[in-house]
């Protein structure tokens, strides 16, 4: 099973950017898609970006669309997500997992779920 660690988390000013990086086990990483999510206290895991095994493709939850990036580099196994103009409603535990490129649902992702990486926005 795949798996993986989040990092580049930390605590930001409103309108600042953060990168954060994904590291996932195994020599088949590039034959999934990847998808980020977040976890707010007292909130369910919602969706926030996912890309192609490729690269190719990538689609953004509507809250985040604009602010936040999405990429991947195959050869180093990791996954990135840049978050510019950072507000405090963006702040949550952040995941990575691979799954079913198209699908939002944390259900369908299948890779054992990491400690996530801590996004804290002050306003």
């Known amino acids: 099973q795949v798996q993986l660690v989040e990092s580049g988390g930390g605590l930001v000013q409103a309108g600042g950017s953060l990168r954060l990086s994904c590291a996932a086990s195994?020599?088949?990483?590039?034959?999934?898609?990847m998808g980020w999510f977040r976890q707010a206290p007292g909130k369910e895991r919602e969706f926030v970006a996912a890309i192609s095994s490729s690269g190719g493709s990538t689609y953004y939850a509507d809250s985040v669309k604009g602010r936040f990036f999405i990429s991947r580099a195959n050869a180093k196994n990791t996954v990135y997500l840049q978050m510019n103009s950072l507000k405090p409603e963006d702040t949550a535990v952040y995941y990575c997992?691979?799954?079913?490129?198209?699908?939002?649902?944390?259900?369908?992702?299948?890779?054992?779920w990491g400690q996530g990486t801590q996004v804290t926005v002050s306003s």
């Open positions: 997992n691979v799954g079913p490129y198209g699908s939002s649902l944390p259900e369908t992702y299948f890779g054992s």
């Open positions: 195994g020599r088949t990483f590039s034959s999934y898609a």
